[in-house]
């Protein structure tokens, strides 16, 4: 880890270079188990967005992309999984291969229940690439990705898409947030 020079950032876990490096190979991976498939890549708006735009220059195979929103319920402070859509993909996924470009993975509740609604619309195949998964002591998460990135430790990340109160997804960098920005 190193430090750098924005007041909020504590330390930076992922330089634009290792980052580069992580979505290079993960482009590389999918290009070559979806030739000729196709692929249809999803984002789950708004924090995968970065990834994605990334993930898919370094996609070498023919693939599209869509968006979807999803909110959850409950308070807010705990991840149910359970979620509403609130903007629905325009692409049919009958018969598509689908890959969920996801930026961190939590508990993986949220896209469990997601591909849950989406399986109903019977694809071709669900897989989920996620740039991160947190590294939870005892704790795996609900899902189990097919591309994972990179293993981020268990504090609150923010920048190359991720937010803290919708800031700092602009930075190039993913970093630790000084908890005094926070509390
Ligand atoms: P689950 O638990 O359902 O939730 O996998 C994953 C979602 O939680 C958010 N999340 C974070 N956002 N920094 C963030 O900016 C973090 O360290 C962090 N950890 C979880 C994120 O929206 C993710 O999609
Ligand atoms: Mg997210």
């Known amino acids: 880890m190193s430090s750098c020079n924005h007041p909020d950032i504590e330390s930076i876990v992922l330089s634009e270079d290792a ?23 999803i984002t789950v708006l708004r924090g995968a967005f970065v990834f994605t735009a990334d993930l898919v220059r370094a996609i ?25 859509i609130v903007k629905d993909l325009d692409t049919r996924i009958e018969g598509r291969h689908v890959v969920i470009a996801e930026d961190i993975l939590d508990s993986g509740l949220t896209l469990s229940y997601l591909i849950e609604m989406l399986e109903a619309r019977h694809p071709a195949s669900i897989e989920v690439a996620a740039f991160s998964v947190k590294d939870i002591p005892d704790k795996r998460p609900a899902i189990e990705p097919r591309y994972v990135g990179v293993h981020v430790p268990n504090e609150f990340i923010v920048g190359y898409g991720l937010d803290y109160a919708e800031r700092y997804r602009n930075l190039p960098y993913v970093g630790i947030l000084k908890p005094e920005v926070y509390s």
């Open 19 to 41: 980052i580069k490096e992580i979505v290079a190979r993960m482009g590389a991976k999918i290009s070559e188990d979806y030739k000729d498939k196709n692929p249809l890549i």
């Open 60 to 84: 070498t195979v023919p693939c599209s992309v869509d968006f979807m929103a999803v909110s959850s319920y409950g308070d807010g402070v705990k991840s149910t999984g359970v979620v509403r």
